[in-house]
T-cell receptor, first 118, second 112 residues
């Protein structure tokens, strides 16, 4: 009964390959996210997505694309992988509050996927 | 844009009290939240402050002063299991998509 799950947990691949990371949440949340955490543990938002809008952090290369087959899933596709893409990628979800600040809602993180590009 | 600054490391002994500070510069401000992350684990939500003052949740408390663009996380009665990284976070411009910007994280080491 994991709240936010990701697969795979570890992913090792070569430069130039295309890969995907899957994310599922069973919390009934309407908003999902992808974060990248680098080797210095700096945590950076990549995307925010709900069934109405996708918001992209402007610094994210267009080789990265989120795809949501349904409200409970937000997968991350990465094309033409580069060495600098090596990091831990976290999926997260939250629920927007009706009529109030969307900030006042905690985000639930998945266990992370450690991507190593060689 | 958003910018949040935290000390990179803090060391304290078991049973003590430690304060982790966070200063921020934001284009708009919607509050400050705190997350804990153990090595190899995922960030987990600890607390948030939308208004000035102190919010207490068990051994952890969080404080916000919007006039000073400053907040802190206070951990009391430290336990070994509190050794982790702690991140302050704030939403982006106009709170669009509830996208959080995180500080660089403070690594807390609790010693016996």
């Amino acid at each position: 009964d994991t709240a936010v799950s990701q697969t795979p947990k570890y992913l090792v691949t070569q430069m130039g390959n295309d890969k995907s990371i899957k994310c599922e949440q069973n919390l009934g949340h309407d908003t999902m996210y992808w974060y990248k955490q680098d080797s210095k543990k700096f945590l950076k938002i990549m995307f925010s997505y709900n069934n109405k809008e996708l918001i992209i952090n402007e610094t994210v290369p267009n080789r990265f694309s989120p795809k949501s087959p349904d409200k409970a899933h937000l997968n991350l596709h990465i094309n033409s992988l580069e060495l600098g893409d090596s990091a831990v990628y976290f999926c997260a979800s939250s629920q927007r509050l009706a009529g109030g600040s969307t900030f006042l809602n905690e985000q639930y993180f998945g266990p992370g996927t450690r991507l190593t590009v060689t | 844009g958003q910018s949040l600054e935290q000390p990179s490391e803090v060391t304290a002994v078991e049973g003590a009290i430690v304060q982790i500070n966070c200063t921020y510069q934001t284009s708009g401000f919607y509050g400050l939240s705190w997350y804990q992350q153990h090595d190899g684990g995922a960030p987990t939500f600890l607390s948030y402050n939308a208004l000035d003052g102190l919010e207490e949740t068990g051994r952890f408390s969080s404080f916000l002063s919007r006039s000073d663009s400053y907040g802190y996380l206070l951990l009391q009665e430290l336990q070994m299991k509190d050794s982790a990284s702690y991140f302050c976070a704030a939403p982006g411009i106009n709170n669009a998509g509830n996208m959080l910007t995180f500080g660089g994280g403070t690594r807390l080491m609790v010693k016996p």
